[in-house]
């Protein structure tokens, strides 16, 4: 008759996790002048609004961690956000076996706890995942809103560009609603 | 139409039960082997389609081990069967009067009436595949776990073995039959099969082979079935934009929206090297019912929990039909500088009528839809109520 015993494993864990989410669009820029004459325009108006240029590049960072990059030349916006984190986990288990199985058991009990381990820290890690996708989609109607309205101002000044190109200009009239009318007399 | 007697046929001197029994007005009924009998009905009930009367679904779950050989009785009947795949043409929508662009002495005018006053009788060719498939679908118990049936493997099809594969995923598109048929080699090595199915044949990461995989489509008889087929193939595509508004798995319209642009670009492409761009216009008329209710093909509820940039590809892909009709705007352009002395003219005048479905105005919705699929925050669809007409 075997001697039952008891074993007991503990295994614990400290894992740096890296996780991102993200979104590219394309900004809708009417094409009025050349298109390096348009991307001048569109990184004046997102220097406004606290892009820093970069060659073809603006971005800016916000506050809370989010990336928004818009290559000028291409008029596309990338907007990302990353988060890093310390995860750290620990798992005691006991475990009794008859003393002749005991490394047997052992292994086996250490197996389960590292699986377990695993799995814990990839679920916290998708928790953390989901976290920074709803930050990131909270943002992005504010920034659509805020984009859409560089581009809008934007357009407006390639339409003036365009509108002194064929004549003297008269008048520039702006509505509620954003529409622009522009008086040239050739 | 003929079928290739080899290898599965069992010969005979004569055939055992058809002959006449002396009066020449008593005929005694044809007798076949059971298994026999099951390959003929599940042919008659995949030719007859919608007017069959039996159930595919009951036919798909009876298995039945079959012989490796059939008798000539059931070679004929089953001839007599598959002869009858032309009157399935004609009642899918060859019987009704339409125009379209002739071919060879007649290419590049516009040729109207119904399918028969188009076009000389042609022979819509099967081989010995067919018969691989019916003893496959008799075989095979689809009730059982999709993991424990036998494959069917790819093999070179005829433009007839196409067309059955084509019916037989029709008739079981309501069906759990349907995924077990995607999944085959054989039903995969069909043009037809990816026209007419492409959502249900999608799969992540599978490239199709390029235009000329749809070469048989769109040149000599392989022509006048998609004809035929025509509309039935726009009910098909303006469905499978419905059902990807409906859509919640990100990963699964990224695959139905990848396979629906590489078979459109395929198709579209091989019909503009035939001259035969009719044949591509079942994607205006699925697209103008969606643009006539507003109905972009916007998922109206993707998982949440997935990453936002997932989300992002399958909007972009869910796009595909949309990006077919951007492509039939270009054409349009095209067709409008063919002047009266061209040769092409007639031909590009029936494609400007055509076309006057979905209109300058149409594609220019078309590109907006686009540009909201691909937007940081695309617009909420106008419904999710649709039903499928």
Redesign the interface.
């Known amino acids: 008759m075997s001697r039952a015993i008891q074993i007991r494993v503990s295994e614990s864990v400290v894992r740096t996790v890296h996780v991102e ?6 900004l ?1 820029m009417l094409p009025i002048l050349a298109r390096e004459r348009q991307a001048e325009l569109l990184a004046k108006e997102l220097e406004q609004q606290g892009f820093q240029r970069d060659g073809k590049i603006a971005r800016r960072k916000d506050p809370d961690g989010i990336e928004v990059t818009v290559d000028l030349e291409t008029a596309t ?1 990338t ?1 990302r956000l990353a988060a890093d984190a310390d995860l750290s986990e620990s798992i005691e288990r006991r475990a009794n076996v008859g003393v002749e199985r005991r490394e047997e058991a052992e292994t086996s009990l250490r197996d389960d706890v590292m699986r377990d381990l695993d799995e814990r820290l990839a679920q916290r890690t998708e928790a953390l ?2 976290e920074v ?1 709803q930050r ?2 909270r943002k ?2 504010d ?2 809103k805020e ?1 859409d309205e560089a581009v809008g101002r934007a357009t407006v000044a390639a339409l003036t560009e365009k509108a002194a190109s064929l004549g003297h200009i008269e008048s520039v009239v702006t509505d509620d609603a954003g529409n622009v009318a522009i008086k040239v007399k050739l | 139409m003929t079928i290739d007697r080899e290898p599965d046929i069992e010969p005979r001197d004569a055939p055992r039960d058809a002959a006449p029994v002396g009066d020449d007005d008593a005929w005694e009924l044809p007798q076949v082997a059971a298994s026999e009998h099951d390959i003929i009905m599940m042919a008659r009930t995949l030719v007859l389609g919608p007017a069959a009367q039996d159930d595919i679904w009951s036919l798909l779950c009876a298995s039945r081990p079959v012989a490796p050989k059939i008798g000539p009785t059931c070679v004929a009947l089953l001839e007599d069967t598959l002869r009858h795949a032309w009157r399935a043409l004609w009642m899918r929508g060859g019987a009704r009067p339409g125009a379209w662009i002739g071919t060879g002495a007649r290419a590049g005018t516009a040729v109207r009436g119904r399918l028969w006053e188009r076009h000389a009788p042609a022979p819509l060719p099967f081989s010995a595949a067919s018969l691989e498939l019916l003893r496959w679908l008799v075989s095979t118990p689809f009730a059982a776990p999709a993991s424990t049936l036998p494959p069917l493997p790819a093999r070179p099809l005829e433009l007839g073995d196409q067309l059955l594969v084509y019916l037989t995923l029709d008739a079981a598109r309501t069906t759990p039959a349907l995924r077990v048929l995607a999944a085959q080699p054989f039903v995969r090595a069909a043009p037809l099969a990816w026209l007419g199915h492409a959502a249900a044949l999608a799969r992540s990461s599978e490239a199709l082979p390029g235009p000329e995989f749809f070469d048989a489509l769109t040149r000599g008889t392989g022509a006048i079935v998609l004809e035929a087929l025509s509309a039935e193939l726009a009910r098909r595509w303006y469905a499978a934009e419905l059902a990807k508004r409906g859509m919640f798995e990100p990963d699964a319209l990224i695959a139905v929206g990848a396979a629906q642009d590489q078979v459109l670009a395929g198709f579209m492409a091989s019909c503009d090297a035939a001259h035969r761009r009719d044949l591509a216009l079942f994607i205006l008329e699925a697209a103008a019912p969606l643009q006539a209710r507003n109905l972009p093909p916007t998922p109206v509820h993707l998982d949440p ?5 997932l989300r ?1 590809q399958a909007r972009v892909a869910a796009g595909a039909l949309i990006r077919a009709v951007v492509r039939w705007g270009a054409w349009d352009q095209q067709h409008r500088g063919v002047r009266f002395i061209d040769d092409d003219y007639a031909a590009a005048q029936l494609l400007l009528e055509r076309f006057e479905a979905i209109g300058a105005a149409g594609v220019e919705r078309a590109a907006h839809w686009l ?1 909201d699929l ?4 695309p617009t909420t669809p106008t419904s999710d109520t649709v039903t499928t007409p």
């Open positions: 989410d993200g979104v590219q669009s394309q809708e916006v907007v995942r989901k996708t990131l989609e992005l109607g920034l659509r984009l | 929990d997935t990453r936002l940039s992002a540009a691909a937007s940081l925050v």
